[in-house]
């Protein structure tokens, strides 16, 4: 299912779908989600707390809780990514890095940041610890970390949160992967930090040709530095389309309320606008029905007999069935 | 999304499940610990009632002797009666463990509360003071007392309540800076209440599931220790019968090859101890997931 | 802060000869009758004519040059009937200390690493074991080791090497039960915490092979609640081991302590007192250094309880 140039694509997301044991019992938290995204490519994936993108991201990355279940595909450079597993799964893991949203939580507290960093290349490339240092060191300086040798040294308490996002990426970037799946990394820091982190990945991107998976929950975000976002909903992806003509010419009703709800500082209104109900967790996703009907505006009959099926529209990709005839007003309306 | 702030009367006077719903909540292991210690106090209430013969008379003829018709454990070493020694020693056994946990969980409860209200000064004072006699071994103060004091349960009783008062003291003032910060509290003061009543009438019984879950577990330790001091002989003394004592006099017994004087006090012991361990510890789970 | 306990710790042994009822000669000759000069002799040593705190700080220093007074009883410096006894108490709590650290953290690390039938059965025979007291614990085994098995004997020091670990395997045995069961559960407890923490998926996202992931990143992290549960326990040893050589009929510092205590042997009770306080502040004094070396996020003196 690409909606692209026809360029073979590096990561490919088919169908996948995800059970979890939850007391007792297994919990589709995943349903069908596919996506894909090319060498070089950003794509953004965004949804609110629950919509299973960060679930999707550790299923990339193969760091589902034991006892999940995997079905569909999810392939990595033409290659099965869940049967992998030893050396070939340790070499995949060198290719596929993963930053996450809390550094502090992320970094082990009694080791030094040298420690921290070199591991992998310690132990999976037999790096010898001198050239990794210097590795590291190098990568410090592109994350805008100048005394990279002192900081080495230190202990992650001894450094603040954005710093220690910084060391992340560094880190991340230190065995040379090809995609980059970023969850939440912006989410923990203040704004001005977010800006300069934003701008380093980007930065970073380009000079090392690195494909992105950006996951967030703030859609102005992802659509600023990714090329396509995809929007998550209930465990389903609900739309796929181009950055630019995500706010403007959305295709799903839910991107079009997200777009909405946020407050903007230049228009005058007398409310906030606010999708009414509570977003739904992947496993309470109806099976037969679309998860976003009893909060949409445009809902119909035929919204609740069937779930909609990801269909193509428009070089994007659309959950909605009523998609074509509502592009252009999508937006939340009063009846 | 956002849930409006419940109305402060509410928070203030949280509808506390009735005592029974919490014993529930321990589970099988909690109520059957629960049903073991309600034995236990009955035994030591009417002990000497129920006992079928004296615990202090016997024939030294007797001595060691099975169980025979009549004598459903047979004797201790003194010829006595072991089943009345044994439902009369429950008293001891377990008045020693409440005085102490009473005193440490009024005392502790105390310096807590005022430290965390006070905070400041006060409260640096009163911790730092708590941490120099912080984990110091009971047992230890408690054989001083008896030197200084002369042997006996008081003594004993008074000791391991001032060796344990620093721990329940630091537990519960946790939970006390924990209430305090609760905007009920500022409420209440903004409203005019006096700390004291603040403390007395809401910090305090908001904080009963955990002072109660402590106190629990509390009275597992503190029964251990003192039947400890009573076998060193620094405790309770002879003839009376308590279980820690038993096993002192009919230690001999057991390498002579009549293990069951001093056993059957050590089991007595042993079961009532892990009733208040399980029970305890399902009080606290209880406790902590209320506070969520 | 350590050595604030010692110096209240000092104070309130020192001053426990006034607290008790009765004048000081009275609680030194520990009700006995003595002649006139005993009296003389013993008012100059105590200095009991001499203002409080100077007695106190004569007595620390008296204390610091190893001389504790003379036993009332057995008319010998404390100091030396210490000094012959503390050798045995030192080895038991040794042994058991030995055993809870082998014992109980290799059944938590076993426990806390793999699920299943190990850790089931770990968790059930240290719920029991948790809650027997030493000398419950004490009957038991000699009934069983000492009596129906003539495996080890019930009473008595032993000599030299191998005799003294004969005689005290019982005592320590009994003296460890417990402490081990609840350094097994902390330890399997911290074990599965620190597996579920977020910095080791990162390591996994990394990578990092299992073998050196549990080593690295979960045993490390977990070695500073182990470490803080393990000293406790140790250092409680050092009172309870009173119970375990009355219990075994041993000649150690703990049951001298008991009998002079019940002979009112006030200086014996005293200095003996003094030594085991001053160890226990000795072990926390090297908890507290350990937790220091593994956790770089604390400075010394400042353990987190």
Redesign the interface.
Known sequence: MSEGPASAALLEVEDLVVDLPVEGEMRRVLHEVSLSIRAGEAVGLVGESGSGKSMTARAIDRLLPPGAAVGGAIRFDGGNVTALSGAQLRRFRGEVAMIFQDPRAHINPVRRIGDYMTEALRTNRDVPNAEAEDRAVDLLESVGIEDGGRRLRQYPHELSGGLLQRVMIATALLTQPRLLLADEPTTAVDVTTQAEVMAILDDLRREFRLAMLFITHNLELAAAVCDRTAVMYAGQVVEVRASSLLHDDPLHPYTAALAAARPDISATKDRLASIPGRPLSAFEAPSDACAFAPRCTHVRDACRQQRPPLIELDRGLTRCLRADELRGHMGPETA | ?STAAPPVEAVAAVERRSWLALLRATGAAGVASAVAIAIAAFVAAFGPLLAPDSPYLGQLSSSYVGPTGGHLLGFDGQGRDLLSRLLGGARTSLVGPLTVVVICILAGTVLAVSAAWKRGTYDAFVS?GL??????????LA??A????G?GLVAASLALAVAYTPYVA?VLRGAALRERSQQYVAALEVQGASAFSICLRHLIPNMLPLIVAQATILF?YAM?DL??IS????GVQPPNPDW?VM??EN?SG??Q?Y?LA??AA?IC??IV??AF?ILGERLYDQAQAERR | MLVATLVVSSFVIFSALYLAPGNPIAVLSGGRTLPAESIKVLEARYHLNDPFITQYWLWLKGVAHGDFGISIALRENVSTLIASRIGTTAALVLYASLLILVIGIGLGLAAGLRRGFLDTSVLAVTAVSAAIPSFVAAIVLILLFSVKLTLFPSLGDGQGLFGTIYHLTLPAVALAISSLAIVARVTRASVREEFGREHVQTAVSRGIPYRQLVRRHVLRNAAIPITTISGITVASLIAIAAVVERAFGLNGLGAYLVSAANSKDFAVVQGISLVLVTAFVVVNVLVDVLYAILDPRVSLGSRAQ
């Not at chain 2, 941490?131 to 230890?140: E, K, R, T």
């Not at chain 2, 008896?146 to 004091?149: L, S």
């Not at chain 2, 076998?231 to 620094?234: D, I, Q, T, V």
Request: glycine share 14%.
């Open positions: 999304m730092s941490d120099v006699l912080f984990a110091f071994p009971g047992i230890l054989i001083l008896a030197a200084v004091f042997a630091r597992g251990v039947a400890a076998f060193l002989g620094l820690g096993i002192a230690q057991v390498v090859g293990p001093a056993l050590g012991i042993v101890v892990v361990n």
